[in-house]
């Protein structure tokens, strides 16, 4: 892969010391007033398809996380997906979600996901997908949350081949130590299963406050496809 956008010399010259200089300043040139996130976006593909996922996350429409997800195959971005409720029903900013409503009284974050009406955003990516007919097999997720316990499954399903991800999430049965073990090692069991892993990503985040409502750190144990940060 050349740096040099098609710039560098024929193949097989060996140039002069002046001509080299003049190639380098030829580069610098090129590259003068670019910003550094465009450098970034070329350099590292999965922080450039992170980078996406985040401004999809910007639509997010949850009183709980705010998520953004996108499915990627062949390195081209074939779905993307936000949370929030179903689409022609109540926002759950606005109170359309009971759940989500009481989740600072009743209900906290990762629990009585059997009650909340949000559609999360990989699962949003993925129907979505669904809708017009592409397929999922083999693809790439980015999500910017750790994919939860449900989400997990359904990508499996979806034969989603790999996993990006930003900030943690981990399986909780609030203070009962036996039930979050036991989501713990079923939880697992799925994260196994992607045949390209799943990784987290080192991407700066400036909304993270926003976005996530409690910091997790990582507790699940690396995968056998080594969980890696990037
Ligand atoms: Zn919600
Ligand atoms: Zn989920």
Redesign the pocket.
Known sequence: MGKHNGQSAHAGENPAPAAKAAMNEDSRAITKGEPQAARDARENRHKYFMNIALAVRLRAN???NRVGALIVLDNRIISTGY???PENMVN?LDGG?YR?ANRDKSYKSGEAYDL?I?VHAEQNAILAAARFGISTAGSTMYTTMRPCFGCAKEMLQAQVRSVYYLHEWNPSAKDDVLKTAAQTAEYEKLMIRFPGGVHRLDVPDADVDWAVSRKMPATISLDRHGTVDI
């Open positions: 949850c009183k709980g949370n929030g409720t759950c979600c989500c909340c949000c």
